[in-house]
Each structure stands twice: as C-alpha cells, then as structure tokens.
C-alpha cells in the first residue's frame, strides 16, 4: 500500500530564508508525486507534480521538488521564502493504475517569521 | 480553468441530523472524491467516484453515503450526524483523461455537529 510521510508537522523559516519541506513515500513502482498547499480556511491547490522525466521539477510561486528514487524522497524547497508563503503543506503520493487515488501526507504547517 | 465549487462553506448541524454536502465540478472530469482533513491526520479519503451512480469506499467510510445522479455532481450525506464528523470537508475531481492523477480540489465546507 502507498503510503506518505511529512516528519515535519511545524517550520520556522524567517523571511528570505531558504525553505526545505521533507517528504518520503511508499510505493512498489514509479510513482505520481504531488505537492499541494493549502493558505488558510481554502482548499488545496497544486504546486508542482511529478510522474516522469526530469527529477527536478518547477512549480508555481516559486517552489521546486527533486524526486530521489534511492531514498524515496521528495522533498520542496524555494530558494527565499515570502510572508505570504505561509500556509500549510501537502505531499501526495499516486499510482499510474487503477482509479487515480491520491494517499496525503499528515502535512507541515509553515510559519514565516519577519 | 478547472473550477470545483462546494456549496457551503460553514455548516452547523445538530446531533442526528442528516446533512447533505454538495460538489459541483465544470471540468467534465470522470473522477470525483470526498475527503475529511482534521488536524494531525492530513486527508482521508472517503468515497470516491468515478462514473456516474458509480461509487467506491475509500479508507473511512463508516457514517457517510454519497451519490453522483450527474457527472459534475458529488454529494456526500451524513445520514445522521454525530459530534466526531466534526470536520472540514474537501472535495476533488480529476480525469483519468490527463494521465497524471491531478486532483483538482473545491474550496472545503466546515462542518461542526452540536
């Protein structure tokens, strides 16, 4: 079964810092990985996926993820984080077969501090 | 742009009540989910869609019913509320169609029983 790991529940990161959010999967195959954010009160939204290719993916507001098959990681990072960053995040882990379902993370809270 | 709309934000229902929360999705997608997200646990899956008057269960689906008469429709149902389905509750669409298994999610309604 998939499963996902965020060890993370809280980070402190000051404002123009660098940020690197921790993620480890479960999964027998390739899998889909996911990072989605969530700003308070609002739904998720998504900030970068992986399924193939190049291991070093760009996403939106300037977050990247590596995917690292040998330690079944993937791992978020942005190079200078912004108040407006904070907000909760969400790894997620899928498989290539059967209905789309998509296994969460527990998430990690990031605060930005001034 | 993908557009998933939840038809209210704020609920609060008495114990024993039966709750209907509604999903709308524009999209055409086949695959639509219900998830609950409480704090420390990130997102469980509850039921899932993908065809209409097609349903599956997902990893907690005791004390909820859903039913997808349209596509572009997923309804959840509490068919008699208790004060531990206190919860937010998101739902999510996606179409096999992208190869990905995006998942494309609504704004959430927060739902507390008294």
């Known amino acids: 079964a998939q499963s996902v790991t965020q060890p993370d529940i809280h980070i402190t990161v000051s404002e123009g810092a660098s940020l690197e959010l921790r993620c480890n999967y479960s999964?027998?195959?390739?899998?889909?990985l996911f990072w989605y954010v969530q700003s308070p009160g609002q739904g998720l939204q998504l900030l970068l996926k992986?399924?193939?290719?190049?291991?070093l993916v760009q996403g939106i507001k300037g977050f990247e993820a590596e995917f690292k098959r040998s330690q079944s990681s993937f791992n978020l990072r942005k190079p200078s984080v912004h108040w407006s960053d904070a907000a909760e995040y969400f790894c997620?882990?899928?498989?290539?077969?059967?209905?789309?379902?998509?296994?969460f993370g527990t998430g990690t809270r990031l605060l930005v501090s001034p | 742009d993908v557009k998933v709309t939840q038809s209210s934000r704020y609920l609060v229902k008495r114990t024993g009540e039966k709750v209907f929360l509604e999903c709308v999705q524009d999209?055409?997608?086949?695959?639509m989910f219900w998830y609950r997200q409480d704090p420390g646990l990130g997102l469980r899956l509850i039921y899932f869609?993908?065809?209409?008057?097609?349903?599956e269960k997902g990893d907690i689906p005791e004390g909820y019913s859903v039913s997808r008469e349209k596509k572009e429709r997923f309804s959840l149902i509490l068919e008699s509320a208790s004060t531990n389905q206190t919860s937010m509750y998101l739902c999510?669409?996606?179409?096999?169609?992208?190869?990905?298994?995006?998942?494309?999610f609504g704004p959430g309604t927060r739902l507390t029983v008294t």
């Open positions: 999510a669409s996606s179409s096999p169609g992208t190869g990905s298994n995006e998942q494309y």
């Open positions: 999964y027998g195959a390739t899998p889909y």
């Open positions: 992986y399924f193939s290719g190049d291991t």
């Open positions: 997620a882990v899928g498989s290539n077969t059967g209905f789309q379902k998509l296994v």
């Open positions: 999209m055409d997608h086949e695959n």
């Open positions: 869609s993908y065809d209409v008057k097609m349903k």
